[in-house]
C-alpha cells in the first residue's frame, strides 16, 4: 500500500473558533473568535507544518480572502508546508493562471499545489462575471486545463476551443516542478474531468461504502482515458477531526460543538445549501438530514459539521487509536491523502498530529516530511549544578 499523505486547512473562509464556523457555497459564515489574519493564520501554518501536515488547503469564493494572495503571504511567515490554493477556472485567463503558478512555485521553492475548483453555485459565480451554466463550466474547465498544462509543459500553444482560446501562447515562468492538479466533484460532468486531468481526485468524506464507489467510478473513467500505471490518479479525502485521547473526551467534545448550533441557524443553512447546484453538497446534506439526531453515518464518522457548513460536513471522532484504525478503513478503499481541520485549528493541529499521526508512522503507513531536529533533554538541576562548579 502506498504512503498516506496529510494536509491541513487555513480558515480564511470566515475565520477560526472554538464552535463550528459555519458557511460556505455562498452561506455566510456567521461569527468566528479568530480572525483570518496573518499572525494567526501564519500561527495555524506553523503549526501544521511542524507537526508533519505536507500542505495547507486554502478555499476560494466569494466568503474568503483570496486564496493565492494569501498564501503568498504565508509562505513568507513559514518554512516548509505547501500551500494547496483552491481557485476557479475561468474567473482568470488559463496563461495568466499558468504564469501566477510559475511566479508562486518558483519564489517559494515549489510550495504550490493546486485544487481546481469548478464553481457549484451559479448565482455566486456571476457575481464574478461568470454567466456559463454548470455542465458549460465542466468544459470550459476542460479546455482551461488542457492549456495550462501544456504552457507548464514548455510548448507553444494555439488553442481555439468553445470558450478559450489563445494564440501563440508560450509561458516563460514554467514551474518547477509542476504543480499536482487536485480536482473534485461527483457529477459525470466532474467525473469526466477529474479522469482526464486531475493528479488527485478530492471527495468529501462519506462512509467508506460510499467512498469506494466513487473511487472505483473515476478509476474506470481515467482507464477510459487511456491513463494507465504510467499516470495514476490518487485519491483524497476532506474532512474535520476531533480527536481526544480517550473516546469520550472526543464525544463529549463533539457533543459541545453540537450544543453550540441552535435550531435557527441550521434551518436557515440547510435552506441556503438546499440551493446549491452541488452534487457533492447534495450528498453531505444527505448525511445529516438536518436533524440533530443520529449523526453517526459509520464509526467514528459524525455529520454534525454539515449542519451548518458547507462543503466538507463530515468529521472523523475518536480516541487516537479509533481514528488511527478509521483512517486505515479509508485507506483500504484507495484513500492515500486526507485533506483535514478541526475547531479551533491550531490546537486541532496538534491534537491529531501528536496524537494520531505517531500510531500511523509506528503502522508504517506514514512518515514525518522534514523529521524534527531532537535535542538533549534538560539535564538534572543537581547534575547540571556539579558540571557547573566543575
Not at 65 to 88: I, Y
Not at 217 to 231: M, Q
Not at 366 to 386: K, L, S, Y
Amino acid at each position: 500500500m502506498s504512503p498516506l499523505t496529510f494536509h491541513w486547512f487555513l480558515p480564511t473562509n470566515g475565520g477560526d473558533g472554538r464552535q463550528v464556523v459555519g458557511g460556505g457555497h455562498g452561506v455566510s459564515a456567521g461569527p468566528s473568535g479568530r480572525p483570518a489574519d496573518v499572525p494567526y493564520l501564519g500561527q495555524i501554518a506553523r503549526g501544521a507544518e511542524q507537526m508533519g501536515f505536507e500542505a495547507a488547503l486554502t478555499p476560494a469564493g466569494a466568503w474568503c480572502e483570496d486564496a493565492w494572495l494569501s498564501t503568498a503571504m504565508l509562505s513568507q511567515v513559514s518554512e516548509r508546508l505547501k500551500f494547496l490554493v483552491a481557485f476557479r477556472p475561468g474567473l482568470v485567463a488559463p496563461y495568466l493562471a499558468a504564469q501566477m503558478a510559475g511566479t508562486f512555485q518558483n519564489l517559494t521553492g515549489g510550495r504550490l499545489l493546486l485544487n481546481v475548483v469548478t464553481g457549484g453555485e451559479s448565482h455566486e459565480q456571476r457575481m464574478f462575471g461568470d454567466f456559463l451554466d454548470k455542465e458549460a463550466r465542466y468544459a470550459r474547465c476542460d479546455e482551461f486545463l488542457e492549456i495550462v498544462r501544456r504552457l507548464w509543459a514548455g510548448e507553444t500553444v494555439d488553442f481555439a476551443g468553445e470558450h478559450l482560446q489563445v494564440e501563440s501562447a508560450t509561458l516563460g515562468q514554467i514551474p518547477d516542478p509542476v504543480p499536482a492538479i487536485y480536482f473534485g466533484g461527483s457529477s459525470p460532468a466532474a467525473g469526466r474531468v477529474a479522469a482526464k486531468h486531475a493528479d488527485v481526485y478530492l471527495t468529501w468524506g462519506e462512509p467508506p461504502a460510499a467512498v469506494a464507489e466513487k473511487v472505483d467510478w473515476i478509476r474506470k473513467l481515467a482507464a477510459e482515458e487511456g491513463r494507465g500505471a504510467e499516470r495514476p490518479i490518487r485519491f483524497g479525502i476532506r474532512m474535520h477531526t476531533i480527536v481526544r485521547d480517550t473516546a469520550e473526551e472526543a464525544w463529549a467534545e463533539a457533543d459541545r460543538l453540537l450544543a453550540g448550533i441552535d435550531p435557527a441557524s441550521i434551518k436557515a443553512v440547510q435552506e441556503g445549501l438546499r440551493k446549491s447546484e452541488s452534487e457533492g453538497q447534495r450528498r453531505m446534506l444527505d448525511l445529516n438530514g438536518g436533524s440533530k439526531d443520529d449523526l453517526e453515518i459509520h464509526p467514528n464518522v459524525w455529520a454534525g459539521v454539515g449542519l451548518v457548513r458547507g462543503g466538507a460536513g463530515t468529521a472523523l471522532v475518536g480516541s487516537h487509536e479509533q481514528v488511527a484504525d478509521r483512517i486505515e478503513e479509508y485507506h483500504s478503499v484507495g484513500i492515500d491523502e486526507f485533506v483535514l481541520s478541526a475547531y479551533p485549528h491550531l490546537e486541532g493541529a496538534y491534537h491529531f498530529g501528536e496524537g494520531v499521526l505517531p500510531i500511523l508512522a509506528e503502522r508504517g503507513l506514514w512518515e514525518h516530511p522534514a523529521p524534527p531536529v531532537h535535542h538533549n533533554t534538560a539535564v538534572p538541576f543537581q547534575a547540571a549544578g556539579r558540571t557547573a562548579a566543575s
